[in-house]
């Protein structure tokens, strides 16, 4: 998946070895989306609704059929997938946090805590579903992306020889993102205060969108800002790729070759980025 300065496109591979390409136009984004903090909140919904929208085609075109995702079963999807986010990585472990107030009575230690059984559960959520084969071959295709994308960024020729040799691994790439918002939490969440378990609920709910939009800034502003503190911020979600990237095959680097070419501008110029939100347009 990519997203272009106007457009996102979807590249799958068919049973029968072509390769399908589906392109549209971007949503029309709010007024002010572009203004600094707003912009990471508005363009991770964007990736949101754009990835389910992509597993949709590339689940028709797999099984070749024409079927998709109505507005309904988007939201739907949407709605579960964010529910099941929010109760894994966000209630669960403050709720840990309270269960354990009385053996550790110190705020700062039991968001510690919460911060440490949430990165926990992120880990062995990446290492469990990575262990399936069918998503083995995602995260190859996830390096392909990245292989592409780094190669493109470099001026190197959109071939299968040209982006040879390119790192799988991206600066701003969504497992990055993802980190830096788990890391930032600790110290955000620490900011609210005790209370009861609702006002813990409550507040991190409220926080998140607040965190995504810091987090954000943070990465994109690493990308072109080489102060030691950003390097040092960013190298765990760099780290962290070697769970969600493998090396992918030639067929795989095609496929999103041609996914980036369908978003190019005439001319070959342009901000790209990956439509599931590993990267954005910068």
């Known amino acids: 998946m990519m997203r272009g300065p106007g457009a996102w496109a979807v590249a799958v591979r068919r049973p029968d070895g072509s390769i399908a390409v589906r392109r549209e136009e971007l949503p029309d984004r709010p007024g002010g989306w572009r203004l600094p903090f707003l912009r990471g909140v508005v363009l991770l919904y964007e990736a949101l609704v754009l990835g389910v929208k992509a597993l949709s085609i590339s689940a028709a075109e797999a099984a070749g059929e024409e079927e998709k995702l109505g507005r309904g079963e988007i939201a739907a999807t949407l709605i579960f997938g964010l529910g099941a986010g929010v109760v894994l990585f966000v209630l669960f472990p403050a709720g840990a946090a309270y269960f354990f107030r009385h053996q550790i009575p110190a705020y700062w230690l039991q968001n510690l805590l919460e911060g ?47 982006v040879r040799g390119y790192p799988i691994i991206h600066l701003r790439c969504g497992t990055s993102f993802l980190l830096l918002v788990l890391l930032l939490s600790i110290f955000f969440f ?18 998140l969108p607040v965190i995504a939009g810091v987090s954000y800034e943070l990465l994109r502003l690493s990308s072109g800002v080489q102060h030691l503190w950003l390097k040092v911020l960013v190298a765990p979600g760099l780290w962290l790729q070697r769970l969600t990237t493998r090396e992918p095959d030639e067929g795989q680097v095609e496929v999103a070759i041609t996914a980036l070419q369908a978003v190019l501008p005439e001319g070959g110029e342009g901000d790209v980025g990956k439509a599931s939100g590993s990267r954005n347009s910068v």
């Open 116 to 162: 440490l059984v949430r990165l926990g559960v992120f880990l062995a959520y990446l290492w469990l579903i990575g262990l399936l084969p069918d998503i083995k071959r995602v995260f190859a295709y996830h390096g392909a992306e990245h292989r592409v994308i780094n190669a493109y960024e470099a001026g190197a020729p959109l071939t299968l020889e040209g």
């Open 190 to 207: 620490s900011l609210v205060g005790q209370g009861p378990l609702w006002w813990r609920f409550l507040s991190r709910l409220l926080l």
